[in-house]
């Protein structure tokens, strides 16, 4: 768990030291995955942002709805007239539920890393939409011992404060 704690760090520091520089950026956004709804809120600049954020994963392995909750640090490419390349990595939880009511988890460095890649269009000073494809871990048995990887596509709109 140490690991995680320093990473966090890590990641806040990078993004707190960017606004210091930079005119700071923070949004909601909220949208809709391959698996159902997503949500996020980020805090940073038009370059590096620290982002909190939730995707289900939808069913995997059958009837198992995952979900995905996690801090990802999103490092955007300099807009081209208004659009620009992004990059995702960071850590969190996916929650598995099972038939039988029980669930299992996939957290840690190791176990609950996201990437992504995708791209942003700016409409204005204060919307946003966004598109990505994910590489997410999860828990493919109840005990959490065997897991499999889903590649969710979200779509979102960013209000941007």
Do not use: C
């Amino acid at each position: 768990m140490k690991k995680l704690h320093f990473v966090a760090l890590v990641l806040t520091s990078l993004s707190l030291n960017a606004m210091a520089d930079d005119s700071g950026l923070f949004y909601v956004a909220g949208g809709a995955s391959s698996g159902g709804a997503n949500f996020s809120l980020g805090a940073g600049t038009d370059t590096d942002v620290l982002e909190i954020s939730s995707i289900k994963l939808g069913n995997v392995n059958g009837n198992n709805p995952a979900k995905f909750v996690g801090l990802s640090l999103v490092q955007n490419a300099t807009p081209v007239k208004d659009f620009n390349l992004l990059f995702r990595l960071g850590f969190g939880k996916t929650t598995t539920d099972f038939a039988n009511g029980s669930s299992a988890t996939r957290t840690g460095f190791g176990n609950g890393v996201i990437f992504g890649v995708g791209g942003q269009y700016r409409l204005n000073s204060h919307l946003a939409l966004r598109g990505e494809l994910n590489r997410i871990n999860y828990a493919a048995s109840a005990d959490g011992r065997s897991s499999g990887i889903s590649y969710p596509l979200t779509l979102s709109a960013l209000y941007i404060f």
